[in-house]
């Protein structure tokens, strides 16, 4: 924005073009530093080449790098026509309108600027109301009045007013951060079991040996089911080096005694690189089993097939959560709707006719058909998979459905030791928030967590271990305004922003008119 309100090399106000060249090159590099990951994804768990992973990279910022330039064309053009304060003044709406395009056109709301006060307890209270984005326009408003008051030559008194409206700013900010405190949440009434298995993923599964068969892999499973290490080893994220982290012994991997069996209102296995098929018997079985053995639902992560006449291979094909109830009968499924890109399918595949070459295991998967909770023992659960959390609006949908609490699977383990796993994290955190829900986590490498409706990391796994967690949680039954309305405030920022251009697209075209005539 500081960029924006420069004049050019010839001191003249800038033009549109150039300032749309420069939100290019920011969101251009933006894209790759924040998205740095995609090359490890590709390469080192892909098996793409390194040139091709990194073109790729490359293309992918190129790409979303268009939002910035969007932004920018916006606030160039409100700045050429009504002036830098009025453009400043649009700056945080056009922001956030932007961010909702992101969402809604590319489908890729990859931390937005609002999740990076995650930690900030105070404006985090927001989100419950605006969601992520009314954090986001907090932050955009606070830089552009930095920039009012340092770029603007206005009135007498004008700097000194922003000056002081500034320091009271950031002086209440620190008094409601003193004395308002975070509130407290209840003392925990149920507990989960939380499933790690930590499987290897896509190349590297194969560059680590013979696999788990398909039944010694259910035993494992259910075994981490059953027996939850301690809390001292695993509760947090202290720095684990063991691969197993308090697994069952040798001497519990045969049939459960009661003497060894944990407590617990619900277990939840991950998204998983595993060959578990929802229909399949053995796999129904085991889950069946576990459920009863432990009197509790189990929610697991498996491939959904169902029979599809019209389609030429005569199935569709799911990333699916199955539910099971305590008595070990099926109660149903629900069928990822928001997939990955070129991960799970490939989008305008005749553009794309070369990306099944690129990828592996591309293009298998069918989106679902409608979102499902489930009730069990008068409890109602809503589950979304992997990258669907951070679609902020389709996962408030569970909540409004009277989901009381959110479970999220998911498998970072593409994400290899990059800092997209905190980045996913951080998301899924902010969902909690947003639904005033408890977020119960299971993942295939980690980060497997407990999070409170205050976005509170309560419980964990280290990464890139073996284990499973046992964590307690609460049912909430509150909607919040987020919940029950959606992106209310984020499309209020679409119109705002489309009244301030329309009303400087105006004042150009009788400009133009009056110099003609």
Not at 21 to 39: A, F, Q
Not at 258 to 268: G, H, S
Not at 272 to 295: V, Y
Not at 423 to 439: C, D, G, K
Request: glycine residues 8%; charged residues 15%.
């Amino acid at each position: 924005m500081f960029a924006l309100t420069l004049p050019d090399s010839k001191g003249n106000l800038l033009r549109v073009r150039d300032g749309v060249l420069l939100g290019y090159i920011s969101g251009t590099v933006w894209y790759l530093g924040n998205c740095y990951w995609i090359y490890a994804t590709m390469h080192t768990y892909g098996g793409i080449a390194k040139p091709v992973a990194a073109g790729i990279l490359l293309l992918f910022s190129l790409y979303l790098g268009l939002y910035h330039a969007l932004f920018a064309l916006v606030f160039s053009t409100i700045s050429r026509s009504l002036g830098k304060k009025a453009a400043l003044f649009c700056a945080p709406f056009v922001w956030v309108a932007v961010e909702l395009a992101r969402a809604r056109i590319t489908g890729f709301p990859w931390d937005l600027l609002g999740v990076a006060q995650i930690d900030n307890p105070l404006l985090t209270r927001v989100a419950p109301y605006t969601g992520v984005y009314g954090l986001s326009f907090i932050i955009a408003a606070v830089n552009a009045l930095w920039l009012a008051r340092i770029t603007l030559k206005q009135r007498r008194h004008a700097r000194t007013a922003l000056a002081v409206i500034g320091a009271a700013v950031v002086l209440l900010y620190a008094i409601a951060l003193r004395y308002l405190q975070t509130p407290q949440e209840e003392p925990t009434s149920a507990v989960a079991t939380l499933v790690q298995e930590n499987l290897e993923v896509g190349a590297q599964a194969s560059a680590a040996g013979p696999a788990l068969s398909h039944s010694e892999m259910l035993q494992a499973f259910s075994a981490l089911s059953l027996f939850p290490p301690t809390a001292e080893a695993c509760n947090g994220m202290p720095e684990v080096s063991s691969t197993h982290c308090g697994s069952p012994s040798p001497q519990q991997q045969g049939k459960p005694s009661a003497a060894f069996l944990a407590p617990t209102n619900l277990i939840v296995w991950p998204e998983a690189p595993n060959s578990f098929f929802e229909a399949e018997k053995d796999f129904r079985g085991s889950l069946s089993a576990l459920a009863r053995t432990a009197q509790a639902p189990v929610i697991a992560g498996a491939t959904g097939v169902t029979p599809n006449e019209n389609v030429e291979r005569g199935y569709d094909l799911y990333n699916s959560a199955v539910f099971i109830r305590p008595d070990g009968t099926f109660a149903g499924r629900y069928d990822k709707m928001h997939l990955v890109p070129f991960g799970e399918y490939t989008p305008y595949k005749k553009v794309f006719f070369f990306a099944g070459s690129l990828l592996q295991d591309v293009g298998l998967f069918d989106p679902g058909k409608k979102r499902v909770v489930f009730t069990s023992g008068g409890h109602t659960y809503g589950t979304f998979i992997c990258y669907e959390s951070v679609f902020a609006d389709e996962v408030r949908e569970y909540a409004r459905m009277g989901a009381e609490v959110l479970v999220n699977i998911s498998d970072d383990g593409w994400y290899g030791d990059t800092s997209a796993a905190w980045e996913h994290l951080n998301q899924v955190r902010m969902r909690a928030i947003e639904n005033h829900r408890w977020v119960l986590r299971a993942t295939n490498t980690g980060v497997t967590a407990a999070i409170d409706p205050n976005g509170r990391v309560v419980a964990a796994i280290p990464r890139h271990i073996r284990s499973s967690l046992r964590a307690g949680f609460n049912y909430e039954h509150d909607v919040t305004f987020y919940a029950a309305h959606g992106d209310l405030f984020a499309w209020l920022c679409v119109v705002i922003t489309i009244a301030g251009l329309g009303r400087a697209l105006l004042l150009n075209r009788r400009v133009a008119n009056s110099l003609s005539a």
